[in-house]
């Protein structure tokens, strides 16, 4: 037996790789102390498996590409044994053993009349058996084993002349393909064997008298073989198949087909028939596609088709919603398809040495997944350059670019491609109408009658209404709304049809260059859907949200937000499959410590769990969530652990810590529940009061927000208002600073996503009401975090006035304000109660001409310096002046300026910063004029200390170009000193002047 096991290591090494779905019942047996229960069937691909690994003497092995694998024989116990007897068997007996003793162990009815060391020459086998080989190693009640030595394939129809009620037992057989007539006569004895659970018929398995394996020969299978119904697992490696037999296609239990090193070129349409199969091996062969039917095995777990010549895969890979392992290795792949990222069940995917330039981003999405894409050239720009991938069958699609003023167009049945003003884009297939079709858009405003937001949800665009409703199209429409960005969140569309919302399937892309740019430049973002009708659209961002069905079978659900936060449904937990959503909402703990007034409090991700329908589970659900930042189980004081459960119709937060099992390991917090809602692990030092979480939950929601009320320069009358995100206010003042004027922008306030306010104008300032968003005499605004939330308005004084008037903008809370805190949104008592900020506003009075008188800020005439060292004037000042914006503050202090005089500065002028500036400037410059030389360093020294090395440059060069003129000067009326050398500067400014 020694030469067979040489053999059958070999064997292994060069076949197919270890099933990893063995691997997990191997598993799943340990836990169950690998004890199978009376009456079940066994694990025919394990048992079958032990047959490869029963000679190995390690546990594990290393496959050929580097990763290890545990051997299946070390998996189950029944496997063990039942390997250990078989060589029991072979080696107690030998040549001089009877022939009837032989019988009596193998249970043969009547037994054979020859000896055992006669057999090999009765059975007429070529060559004879070893002499330390006996009958019983390759057969005993359920298993045959013809594949130790070869032309053993030719024994199987002498057996089955003799013994075939013995063989019609057999659950387990192994042939060897090197000789074609023992083959045909084998295949020809196969059908009958009914109780057959694992076929293997394999090349490479002998060796030659030179060591070189022998090649497989088979080509085919006979159609009969589609009758053995109890067959789960096939492997037909190393042989001459160019097509997939048809018989394989009709076997209703097949578990484990392994085909690799063949010579197959495809794989049958039909393929998706194999509803049963688990594991799928396509190793070394010549695939150069994958059929769409493949997508129809829902039950694989484990897809193999390395060393291959796939330069694509199907879109239809992304159905298999079980497969957990997918090879694509040593292949041409130039690109993986974005529906792989639906493969939620995906744990290892291997591509490595194919020609990928990119990972699909959607890939992120999948949990605990672990990737090999070595030897690929990614992030190398493809050579040469792709033609932007358009399909082909809208390639001669007409092209259709509406303007502003274009409120309709005309689809035909040839298609259409139509983009929108703002970036959106719509895609008409050929076929989708039957005649000439007037269709209809327009953009509405971010009222709420318009946008529908759920928790933590944030606005990404202005709704887009398609018109006419309810018509249905031939063909699908892409529907690409643009939107804006936001980081660590998932970007869906939205549609109302009129009676409800739904949450469509959307891809993010960009624009067509050429049609959809944004005004810096770059191709519009857009969130794309496709729809049968039209109706109202709008893009939401809203938390990664991950859903699962659950069966009663059980499942799994891993959050792609945080993979440390996971749902365990057990079998049995419910009596009809549900759906499960989670979502996984962080919280910062630095904010946490700061509202509850404890510097030792920390939280962990929120979960808000639901279900479809609404139900308590029969079993209790295991929910796994990290502990909060700074704890750990070897530190954790369980007295100061909470665990929160939150109402979110009610708003509330109840401690159930004492009414679930909670416990924790190194990393985790552990407990079980039988109903979804919100829940929340919070670890405090102090008491814990459900008044504190959900103010602390709420401000999850509040954006810091600052208010801005602009007067245009050119005309006071016209105001801008806008309410902005407290980051993004300089930025804004800035860039308005040169059109417009005002005082500086509010105090914090908090808003919500969709809250609505409105602006007050108060103490003789009054606007036009007939407006349509004009409430109460209010302006009535919506706030949304990614949006500017701008308005512009004509005010006027209130009838009676006469003269400037110095009135206010007042801001107030709309109806959003039941769900806020009372601490924050009563600042003020009695009627006024919703008020936010106030802000000044002055009106200048009327000239003869009914035009607005504005004043302007009056600049003294001004020298500093000398001829000779270069001075600044006025003139010099004011342009310096326009540069300074912001930061006129600052260089006050630097300039020597008391705090004081920059404090009646700021009153004085709260309205215009221009004035601001030039006041500071000239209060500066006047008490220079007694200071001697050195003024104008002065002033570059404290710019530079005040961040603007540019202006401090900006005067170097005014200085030089004056000094430089006034030598001209001298030079013209024959005064001219003793030349100097002069200085680089000086140079450079000789070289300006005469430019």
């Known amino acids: 037996m020694e030469n067979s096991d040489e053999e059958d290591n070999v064997n292994d090494e060069d076949g197919a790789k270890v099933n990893h779905l063995n691997l997990r019942r191997c598993r799943l047996e340990e836990e169950h102390d690998g004890v199978t229960p009376k009456g079940e069937e066994p694990d025919w691909e394990g048992l079958y498996s032990e047959q490869v690994e029963s000679d190995r003497t390690s546990g594990e092995e290393m496959n050929s590409d580097g990763r290890e694998y545990l051997s299946l024989s070390s998996c189950n116990p029944s496997i063990s044994s039942l390997s250990s007897s078989s060589s029991n068997v072979s080696s107690h007996y030998h040549a001089g053993i009877s022939t009837s003793a032989s019988s009596s162990v193998l249970g043969l009815t009547p037994p054979l009349p020859i000896s055992t060391s006669s057999s090999s020459s009765v059975l007429g086998l070529t060559p004879p058996l070893p002499p330390t080989v006996d009958l019983l190693a390759v057969l005993t009640d359920t298993k045959l084993s013809l594949d130790v030595y070869r032309s053993g394939a030719s024994v199987l129809p002498r057996l089955w002349a003799s013994i075939p009620e013995h063989l019609r037992g057999i659950h387990y057989l192994r042939l060897g393909s090197e000789d074609k007539t023992a083959l045909d006569g084998a295949l020809d004895v196969l059908p009958h064997l009914k109780d057959l659970r694992s076929l293997a018929i394999r090349g490479h398995v002998v060796y030659d008298s030179q060591g070189t394996p022998l090649p497989g020969l088979l080509t085919t299978l006979p159609t009969s073989l589609s009758s053995l119904s109890l067959l789960v697992h096939v492997d037909l490696s190393f042989n001459q198949l160019c097509v997939l037999p048809s018989c394989l296609l009709r076997l209703p239990v097949l578990s484990t087909l392994v085909l690799c090193y063949n010579h197959l070129w495809e794989l049958p349409s039909d393929v998706g028939h194999l509803s049963t199969l688990t594991y799928l091996s396509l190793i070394g062969n010549k695939l150069v596609s994958l059929p769409v039917s493949l997508g129809q ?13 796939l330069e694509e895969l199907p879109n239809e890979i992304g159905c298999l919603g079980e497969l957990v392992s997918l090879v694509l290795s040593n292949n041409k792949l130039k690109r993986l398809p974005e529906t792989i990222g639906c493969l939620h069940s995906l744990r290892e995917l291997i591509a490595f040495s194919n020609d990928l330039r990119f990972i699909p981003p959607c890939l992120d999405k999948v949990p605990l997944l672990k990737m090999d894409v070595r030897d690929n050239p990614l992030g190398r720009p493809p050579t040469p350059p792709p033609l932007p991938h358009r399909p082909d069958a809208f390639a001669n699609i007409p092209e259709l670019d509406l303007l502003f003023n274009q409120r309709s167009f005309s689809v035909t049945s040839a298609g259409c491609h139509v983009f929108l003003p703002g970036g959106a884009v719509l895609l008409f297939p050929p076929g989708c109408v039957h005649k000439p079709t007037t269709l209809e858009w327009v953009e509405r405003g971010p009222q709420r009658k318009w946008v529908l937001l759920e928790e933590h949800d944030i606005l990404l665009s202005r709704p887009l209404e398609l018109r006419p409703h309810g018509v249905t199209f031939l063909k699908p429409v892409e529907v690409c ?20 919302w739904s949450t469509l399937t959307t891809v993010l892309k960009k624009g067509i260059k050429r049609h959809c740019i944004r005004s810096d430049g ?40 945080d993979p440390g936060v996971k749902l365990y449904f057990p079998p049995d937990s419910t009596s009809q499959t549900c759906a499960i959503t989670l979502q996984v909402l962080q919280v910062s703990v630095s904010e946490v410590q700061t509202l509850c007034g404890d510097p030792q409090a920390s939280v962990s991700p929120l979960l808000c769990l639901s279900q479809t329908p609404s139900m ?66 919070w670890y405090k030092t102090q008491t814990i009061v459900g008044g504190m979480v959900r103010k602390v939950y709420q401000r999850l929601k509040q954006f810091k927000v600052q208010f801005l009320v602009l007067q245009r320069k050119t005309d006071p009358s016209q105001v801008l208002l806008q309410c902005l995100q407290t980051n993004k206010v300089e930025n804004q003042v800035q860039s308005l600073s040169e059109r ?21 104008f108060e103490r003789g300032l009054d606007i036009y009401t007939d407006r349509p968003d004009c409430v109460g005499g209010r302006l009535c605004f919506v706030f949304h975090s990614s949006w500017k939330n701008l308005k512009e308005v004509y005010i006027s004084p209130a009838q009676g006035l006469q003269g400037p008037v110095r009135g206010q903008v007042s801001f107030y809370r709309g109806e959003s304000s039941r769900h806020l805190p009372e601490e924050v949104a009563r600042k003020r008592k009695g009627q006024d109660s919703q008020w936010l900020a106030t802000l000044p506003l002055r009106l200048p009075a009327l000239n003869s001409e009914n035009k607005y008188i504005v004043e302007e800020f009056q600049i003294p005439p001004l020298n500093l310096g000398d001829p000779e060292s270069g ?49 500071m400037l000239f209060l500066w410059a ?29 005067l170097e060069d005014i200085v030089c170009l004056g000094r430089q003129k006034y030598n001209e000067s001298l030079r013209r009326v024959g005064l001219e000193a003793e030349e100097q050398p002069l200085c680089e500067s000086q140079q450079e400014c000789v070289q300006v002047a005469d430019t």
């Not at 857009?526 to 659950?550: E, K, N, Y």
């Open 616 to 681: 308590h589970f029969l079993q209790p659900i295991r929910v796994q969530v990290p502990l909060p930042p700074g704890v750990t189980g070897h530190t954790v004081d369980m007295s100061c652990l909470y665990l929160l459960h939150g109402d979110p119709t009610a708003q509330t937060w109840t401690d159930i810590t004492s009414q679930v099992s909670l416990y924790v390991t190194h990393l985790y917090a552990i407990f079980y529940i039988t109903h979804f809602s919100w829940y929340w692990l």
């Open 522 to 561: 770059r191709p519009v973002r857009l969130a794309c859907c496709f729809v049968s009708q039209f109706s109202w659209f709008i893009v939401v961002a809203r938390p990664v949200t991950d859903s699962c069905s659950v069966t009663p079978a059980g499942a799994l659900l891993v959050s792609s937000a």
């Open 481 to 500: 709304v643009p939107h804006h960005r936001k980081k660590g969140r998932e970007v869906v569309v939205r549609k109302y049809d009129g009676k409800s």
């Open 740 to 760: 417009y004027d005002g005082p500086q922008p509010s105090d914090l306030c908090d808003l919500l996503e969709g809250e609505q306010f409105f602006a007050g």
């Open 297 to 309: 095995l829902k039950a694989l777990q484990s897809l193999d088709v390395s060393d291959n010549l």
């Open 871 to 919: 001075y600044l004037t006025e003139a010099n000042l004011l342009s310096i002046s326009l540069r300074i914006g912001q930061d006129w503050h600052i260089i006050g202090i630097n300039l020597g300026l008391k705090y004081q005089e920059l404090e009646r500065i700021q009153y004085k002028y709260r309205d215009n910063l221009g004035a601001m500036v030039l006041d």
């Open 926 to 954: 006047q008490g220079q004029t007694n200071a001697g030389p050195g003024a104008v360093s002065r002033l570059a020294a404290a710019m530079i200390q005040s961040g603007r090395k540019d202006i401090a440059d900006e």
